[in-house]
């Protein structure tokens, strides 16, 4: 698909937007002028429309929501935000951690309807694409994309501060195999963004975070040919917590590329452990690997399911037998990156007769790892694993469940995190976030976005 980059006054007379003259604070005229819709807050649908997944936001109220229909209706989102300074953010799957797609009294930019696969070996993704239309769409042509399991996750958010995948040690981040976007910046650009155009904008957008620089509607990503997977399950007994822990961070660090794991630690008295995770290959070559775990620690059950790659997708997003519908939960989370083995004992110790709480790890390394720090906006290229804390807020106060997350994420140690599990109080979020790419990130986001219209609390 050929790209053309439009200066402000064009691309907004092309749109319709010159004829509207200056704007005033009128939601109805900006409604007049989309090709998609604008729901406000009198509309019937109002509330199903901004309902986002973290249910602890379930009280915010954005001033509207823009169902764009295409990328005219972003520039112009973005041409009345940034006239009125009305807070705005991007929105494909709902899931920010910290509700920052639902902006109170703000305006809400959904990309839903920016959504497909054009499949090949690069494949063209639109930008509102959930995670199980993406590997629908893959896996009817054959291909394979590193990219999430949460089946209402969207593309957007996840691929542009990363991308955790079940296959990732083998083909590496979301944002590793991205090729090219399309951006609307906020001075009413529509960007082509590649290595040759825009490359810092192209560097900042693998790694540095959903929100930030402007709205991406497309993506490019170099997909692999689909493979056989295997993923599996080791069940392990109940006070084994802390010799399953130990035992994992020793395998997991020495393991082939196409071997990803986790491990999961679920609070309770005592505190369960259950080791998981995806081959890239056959159950037979699988099983040595897990035999060098099972050796040292004592299994309940052992679980291995041969699959392709698209019933693997669909395993993994608990859509074997249709998918369920999106209803949300209420939670509060945050995530460190880890670099050295931790102290097992002390791991598990926070989580013993805690409530609802887990800490969830997955391997990072192989791929994920070849890559320098500074190549990507990415930072975390020498981590051994993420770290996702994660408290259920259902029956006590946010205020509760942050001082409950905040136990296990500070009692771990660890000083930086994944910014796609973004957490209103990290502390040092840029350094925990950024690292040593900061200050760049900050360089590209003050040359294309120098009103800050897309700022948010934690925005580079």
């Given at each position: 698909?050929?790209?053309?980059?439009?200066?402000?006054?064009?691309?907004?007379?092309?749109?319709?937007?010159?004829?509207?003259?200056?704007?005033?604070?009128?939601?109805?005229?900006?409604r007049?002028?989309?090709?998609?819709?604008?729901?406000?807050?009198?509309d019937?649908?109002?509330?199903?429309?901004?309902?986002?997944?973290?249910?602890?936001?379930?009280?915010?109220?954005?001033?509207?929501?823009a169902?764009?229909?295409?990328?005219?209706?972003?520039?112009?989102?973005?041409?009345f935000?940034?006239?009125?300074?009305?807070?705005?953010?991007?929105?494909?799957?709902?899931?920010?951690?910290?509700?920052?797609?639902?902006?109170e009294?703000?305006?809400?930019?959904?990309?839903?309807?920016?959504?497909?696969?054009?499949?090949?070996?690069?494949?063209?993704?639109?930008?509102?694409?959930?995670?199980?239309?993406?590997?629908?769409?893959?896996?009817?042509?054959?291909?394979?994309l590193?990219?999430?399991?949460?089946?209402?996750?969207?593309?957007?958010?996840l691929?542009?501060?990363?991308?955790?995948?079940?296959?990732?040690?083998?083909?590496?981040?979301t944002?590793?195999?991205?090729?090219?976007?399309r951006?609307?910046?906020?001075?009413?650009?529509?960007?082509?963004?590649?290595?040759?155009?825009?490359?810092?904008?192209?560097?900042?957008?693998?790694?540095?975070g959903?929100?930030?620089?402007?709205?991406?509607?497309?993506?490019?990503?170099a997909?692999?040919?689909?493979?056989?997977?295997?993923?599996?399950?080791?069940?392990?007994?109940?006070?084994?917590?802390?010799d399953?822990?130990?035992?994992?961070?020793e395998?997991?660090?020495?393991?082939?590329?196409?071997?990803?794991?986790?491990?999961?630690?679920?609070?309770?008295?005592?505190?369960?452990?259950?080791?998981?995770?995806?081959?890239?290959?056959?159950?037979?070559?699988?099983?040595?690997l897990?035999?060098?775990?099972?050796?040292?620690?004592?299994?309940?059950?052992?679980?291995v399911r041969?699959?392709?790659?698209?019933?693997?997708?669909?395993?993994?997003?608990?859509?074997?037998?249709?998918?369920?519908?999106?209803?949300?939960l209420p939670?509060?989370?945050?995530?460190?990156?880890?670099?050295?083995?931790?102290?097992?004992?002390r791991v598990?110790?926070?989580?013993?007769?805690?409530?609802?709480?887990?800490?969830?790890?997955?391997?990072l390394?192989?791929?994920?790892?070849?890559?320098?720090?500074?190549?990507?906006?990415?930072?975390?290229?020498?981590a051994?694993?993420?770290?996702?804390?994660?408290?259920?807020?259902?029956?006590?106060?946010?205020?509760?469940?942050?001082?409950?997350?905040?136990?296990?994420?500070?009692g771990?140690?660890?000083?930086?995190?994944?910014?796609?599990?973004?957490?209103?109080?990290?502390?040092?979020?840029?350094?925990?976030?950024?690292?040593?790419?900061?200050?760049?990130?900050?360089?590209?986001?003050?040359?294309?976005?120098p009103?800050r219209?897309?700022?948010?609390?934690?925005?580079?």
């Amino acid at each position: 698909m050929d790209v053309v980059e439009f200066d402000r006054r064009t691309f907004l007379g092309a749109t319709g937007l010159a004829a509207l003259g200056t704007w005033d604070r009128d939601w109805n005229r900006l409604r007049r002028v989309l090709n998609g819709r604008l729901v406000l807050p009198g509309d019937a649908d109002y509330d199903t429309v901004r309902r986002p997944y973290n249910l602890v936001y379930a009280q915010r109220r954005p001033a509207a929501i823009a169902l764009c229909a295409d990328e005219a209706d972003v520039a112009r989102c973005l041409e009345f935000t940034s006239a009125h300074r009305v807070p705005v953010a991007a929105r494909a799957g709902r899931h920010s951690y910290a509700g920052y797609s639902v902006p109170e009294n703000g305006l809400v930019v959904d990309l839903s309807a920016l959504s497909g696969v054009h499949a090949g070996p690069v494949s063209t993704v639109g930008a509102g694409t959930s995670m199980i239309d993406l590997y629908e769409g893959l896996g009817a042509a054959g291909r394979l994309l590193p990219a999430g399991t949460c089946r209402s996750v969207g593309i957007g958010g996840l691929a542009l501060g990363g991308g955790i995948s079940v296959v990732g040690r083998k083909y590496g981040l979301t944002s590793d195999r991205l090729r090219g976007a399309r951006v609307v910046t906020p001075d009413g650009c529509l960007r082509r963004v590649d290595a040759e155009h825009e490359p810092d904008l192209f560097w900042a957008l693998r790694g540095g975070g959903g929100g930030n620089f402007g709205i991406v509607t497309s993506f490019r990503f170099a997909t692999a040919p689909a493979r056989d997977l295997a993923p599996f399950e080791l069940r392990t007994p109940p006070g084994a917590a802390v010799d399953v822990f130990g035992a994992w961070q020793e395998w997991m660090v020495d393991l082939p590329d196409g071997l990803w794991s986790a491990c999961r630690l679920d609070s309770g008295t005592p505190t369960r452990a259950l080791v998981s995770g995806c081959w890239v290959g056959t159950p037979e070559s699988l099983t040595p690997l897990l035999d060098r775990l099972a050796a040292k620690v004592p299994v309940l059950a052992r679980d291995v399911r041969p699959m392709d790659s698209l019933t693997a997708m669909r395993y993994y997003a608990n859509c074997l037998n249709g998918c369920p519908p999106f209803t949300g939960l209420p939670f509060v989370a945050s995530s460190r990156m880890v670099r050295r083995p931790l102290d097992p004992a002390r791991v598990v110790g926070l989580l013993d007769g805690e409530r609802a709480t887990a800490i969830l790890c997955d391997a990072l390394g192989g791929a994920i790892g070849r890559v320098r720090a500074e190549d990507t906006a990415f930072p975390h290229r020498d981590a051994i694993a993420a770290a996702q804390v994660f408290v259920e807020a259902a029956g006590v106060s946010e205020a509760q469940a942050r001082r409950e997350l905040a136990v296990v994420r500070d009692g771990l140690g660890l000083g930086t995190g994944y910014v796609n599990y973004i957490d209103p109080e990290m502390p040092d979020w840029r350094t925990a976030y950024y690292g040593r790419n900061y200050p760049r990130l900050r360089r590209v986001a003050r040359r294309y976005d120098p009103d800050r219209v897309l700022a948010f609390p934690q925005s580079v």
